[in-house]
């Protein structure tokens, strides 16, 4: 088998169209399937199939089962590249969500980075959750750090972090109270955040009762900038609220409700199949990582 044809196949995986596999892999639809077909002739198996009046190509059962063999055998091809080039330094790719990046792990990097002895070259990430699965999915990517609980069947997770919920408002507030019951504020004035789906039910339970928030972001950078005005207000986990308060004047506030919102729980993905070539790499940060999170107090599990 070579290198070109295991890459093909897997891009063909990934899109199920030739025509797109091309298009990704700058190559012309007949290489595309000379490729597969060389890949098929020398195992000897039928590893797809494409049905009258459909653009999209389906994997036979020998081609699903070839997918992982085919990511091992690629993942031990690019090992055996850098133990033939004679590379030493560790390389690491890892997707997270924003405030993953912005707010639980930008210290763990900047101490790495500023640590001689921690030879890693590493390439970080944001995005979604769910695009985290297809990338981890796809080996685009090493390792990956989410909010949402999704079952794709070669990637495994494991929770890290479990936080609490606490209300944030601007220090100019009139509402200074230890634990604050939603019904207390405006919901017209909350800034809010879909921090993963059991949390947003308790929040349409719980807030507005049906009223739409002043605004809603996905990012820690627009919470930073919109909690300054005196009239707002937001929900938001253990770190990201302390990560605020050291940046802003705020009051935080424990939530009074009865129900509490639940608590919102990180966590690490890795492929079942993973890179071999970067093995080391995925131990080492995940060791550092789980020694930093043990210094705060936002819940590591």
């Known amino acids: 088998m070579k290198q070109a044809e295991i890459e093909t196949f897997l891009m063909i995986v990934k899109t199920k169209n030739i025509t797109k596999t091309a298009e990704n892999l700058f190559l012309s639809q007949p290489t595309v399937s000379h490729r597969l077909k060389c890949l098929e002739e020398e195992l000897n198996v039928k590893l797809l199939t494409r049905k009258k009046g459909y653009k999209q190509i389906e994997l036979t059962a020998q081609g699903e089962e070839f997918v992982p063999i085919a990511q091992r055998w690629l993942s031990l091809w690019q090992e055996m590249q ?110 809010f955040v879909s921090w993963e789906a059991n949390y947003q039910i308790w929040h349409d339970q719980w807030v507005g009762k049906g009223m739409r928030p002043c605004i809603q972001v996905d990012t820690f950078e627009l919470l930073l900038q919109l909690i300054s005005d005196a009239r707002r207000w937001i929900i938001a986990p253990a770190s990201v609220a302390e990560r605020i308060q050291s940046l802003r004047n705020v009051h935080v506030s ?48």
């Open 82 to 191: 850098q133990l033939q080039h004679g590379r030493e330094q560790l390389y690491l790719s890892i997707g997270c969500t924003d405030t993953m990046n912005s707010v639980i792990l930008f210290e763990l990097y900047r101490q790495l980075l500023n640590t001689p002895e921690f030879n890693m070259s590493m390439k970080i990430t944001t995005h979604y959750s769910y695009e985290i699965y297809g990338l981890l999915e796809n080996h685009e990517i090493d390792m990956g750090f989410v909010y949402h609980h999704l079952h794709f069947k070669n990637i495994v997770a494991e929770p890290i972090l479990r936080e609490k919920m606490y209300i944030l408002q601007s220090g100019d507030t009139a509402l200074k109270k230890e634990k604050l019951h939603t019904d207390e504020l405006d919901p017209r004035e909350e800034i």
């Open 254 to 301: 424990a939530i009074a409700n009865p129900t509490q919102p639940p608590e919102r729980i990180t966590y690490k993905i890795r492929h079942k199949y993973p890179n071999e070539a970067t093995q080391k790499a995925v131990q080492l940060f995940e060791e550092k990582m789980m020694e930093y999170l043990r210094t705060k107090s936002w819940g590591a599990i």
